[in-house]
């Protein structure tokens, strides 16, 4: 298979450990994932949850960033409508004057948190009504290229630093409307499957047959993101996906717990708009991973793995790049600069 492979990370908490720990395994995580030969890594932004410790993806990039060497390293994404373009602008220049070539900035919509958490992190109590929030994505991406018409209210705010080169902008999407943003200002997509309620496959082809070409993206470009479990059986992947999918029916509430060994029953309702884990051996995860790919005409997978057991996690994505073929030149690059420096 010749799929681009990415890596979406959570930073999921397991149950008997800290947040501290979680992030440590993000970064760890990162570092293993370059080695496996995965293209870029995105980590999300949550508030207020204690199973998910990933509120700041800003800060969380840059230590993944120093860690690694090739990697491109992002979010997925900066929830835009809680900030100001100019605060998100700076901070994803800040970390391209720092890494070059390396950084995507990859923005949504949705709170991330519930709505008390949401009005808490807006400035006097409110979050950014959602009408507005396409003249956010539009002054972001100016300040980020450097670019503010004349007639922008802010004309003559630069954001700084000036990196050599600017983070890669992308429109994270659940929804047709946050597609269709992404068409219109001629920004990749990014579309996020494992959340999506709506088929998304008709969306991404009205995204193509829509897209308006800009200078940062001439063409249309497709990421998809989905849930996987990877483990050597189908039994295994099973036993660990049971206590992800009791964690999902208790609604996202606390740690991910630690599995049952397959003693008790779990409950397979799930919250709705969550769809369900791709789990089995490697060859039948890559095979519906693929079946995806394949739908959406997309250029690059992006998949996002929770359980409670890290080295679980790690073994999963090197099922995964062992199945996809990723280069191992990319292994033996990294793990030769990783023994000499």
């Known amino acids: 298979m010749s799929t681009r492979l990415s890596v979406l990370d959570q930073s999921p908490v397991p149950e008997g450990s800290t947040p501290g720990d979680a992030l440590r395994n993000t970064v760890d995580l990162a570092r293993r994932c370059e080695a496996m030969g995965y293209h870029r890594y995105w980590v999300a932004e949550h508030h207020g949850m204690t199973g998910l410790a990933g509120s700041s993806p800003e800060a969380l990039i840059g230590s993944i960033a120093g860690a690694t060497r090739r990697l491109r390293v992002g979010s997925g994404g900066v929830m835009l409508t809680h900030y100001a373009p100019l605060k998100v602008a700076e901070s994803f220049c800040v970390l391209a004057s720092l890494y070059p070539g390396r950084i995507d900035l990859g923005v949504g919509r949705a709170p991330g948190s519930d709505h008390l958490t949401a009005a808490a992190l807006a400035r006097g109590g409110a979050r950014t009504a959602l009408e507005n929030y396409p003249n956010q994505i539009q002054e972001l991406v100016h300040l980020v290229d450097d670019t503010l018409p004349a007639d922008s209210p802010i004309q003559g705010v630069r954001a700084t630093p000036r990196p050599e080169e600017p983070p890669e902008v992308w429109m994270l999407a659940s929804s047709p409307d946050s597609a269709a943003f992404a068409a219109h200002f001629g920004l990749p997509l990014g579309w996020a499957d494992f959340i999506a309620q709506v088929d998304g496959a008709p969306v991404v082809d009205a995204y193509r047959r829509q897209f308006r070409p800009s200078a940062r993206c001439p063409e249309p470009r497709v990421l998809v993101c989905a849930s996987a479990v990877v483990a050597d059986t189908d039994g295994e992947a099973e036993a660990i996906v049971a206590s992800v999918r009791a964690w999902r029916a208790a609604g996202l509430r606390g740690p991910i717990p630690a599995g049952s060994g397959g003693s008790t029953p779990v409950p ?74």
């Open 268 to 341: 397979l309702t799930v919250r709705p708009g969550r769809r369900s884990i791709a789990n089995g051996s490697p060859g039948r995860v890559a095979e519906q991973l693929q079946g995806m790919v394949d739908g959406f005409g997309a250029e690059e997978l992006m998949v996002v793995t929770i359980c409670h057991d890290h080295e679980a996690r790690v073994h999963s994505y090197e099922l995964l790049a062992a199945e996809f073929g990723l280069p191992t030149s990319a292994v033996q690059a990294t793990s030769t600069v990783e023994a000499t420096g």
